[in-house]
C-alpha cells in the first residue's frame, strides 16, 4: 500500500501469495471524541453499579469476592488487623466462598442498596490470649424433625398383642 492507501501491484500479489485480505485504511471514520468515551464510561459504571445491587445469590463469583474484600476492610477495624491478618482472614472468607459456605442470602446478610455485607451469619472473630486473631464457622446444630429407628419400631410392634 502507498502513502495515499491506494493498494499497489506488489501488495495484491502478496495477499493472493498468502491468501490473505489486504485491508484499506479509511481516513474517513475519525476516532470517537472524548465525551463518545466518557458516555461509554457512563454506561459500565451504571452497569456496574447495577450488578452490584442485585441479592447476594445473584452476583458472579468476581462481585461477591470484591463484597467479601471490603466487608475484610469494613471489619477489620472493630478487630484490630494487622495487614497480615486482613489478608489471611480474606483467604479464609475465599475458601470458605469456594466451598459453597457463602452461597446463600441465608448465611450472608448482603444489603443490596447499600451494596454492602451487613454481616456473615455463624462467623465468629476474637482475639486469643496471647494475641492472634482467630476466626471461624460456628454451626449451631437445630434439633429438627428426628426419624425413628427401625428397632425402636421392631420393639413397638413385638410389645403390642397380636390379634
Not at 498468502?18 to 461509554?40: C, G, M, Y
Not at 441479592?55 to 478487630?79: F, T
Not at 454481616?119 to 490470649?129: M, Q, T
Request: contains cysteine; glycine residues 4%.
Amino acid at each position: 500500500m502507498d502513502v495515499s492507501g491506494n493498494i499497489t501491484a506488489a501488495t495484491a500479489v502478496a495477499a493472493a501469495l498468502h491468501r490473505k485480505t489486504v485491508k484499506r485504511i479509511s481516513l474517513d471514520n475519525p476516532p470517537p471524541p472524548a465525551e463518545n468515551a466518557d458516555q461509554f464510561r457512563n454506561l459500565l459504571d451504571s452497569s456496574a453499579r447495577d450488578a452490584f445491587s442485585r441479592q447476594w445469590h445473584r452476583l458472579e463469583r468476581g462481585l461477591r469476592l470484591n463484597r467479601l474484600r471490603m466487608y475484610v476492610e469494613q471489619i477489620a477495624p472493630q478487630c484490630s488487623f494487622t495487614a497480615e491478618e486482613k489478608s489471611k482472614f480474606f483467604e479464609f472468607l475465599q475458601r470458605a466462598h469456594d466451598a459453597k459456605r457463602l452461597n446463600t442470602h441465608k448465611i450472608v446478610n448482603y444489603i443490596p442498596e447499600e451494596q454492602r455485607i451487613e454481616s456473615i451469619r455463624g462467623l465468629e472473630v476474637r482475639r486469643a490470649a496471647d494475641g492472634t486473631a482467630r476466626w471461624g464457622f460456628v454451626i449451631k446444630k437445630t434439633d429438627g424433625t428426628r426419624r425413628r429407628r427401625k428397632e425402636d419400631d421392631n420393639a413397638q410392634q413385638q410389645q403390642q398383642p397380636s390379634q
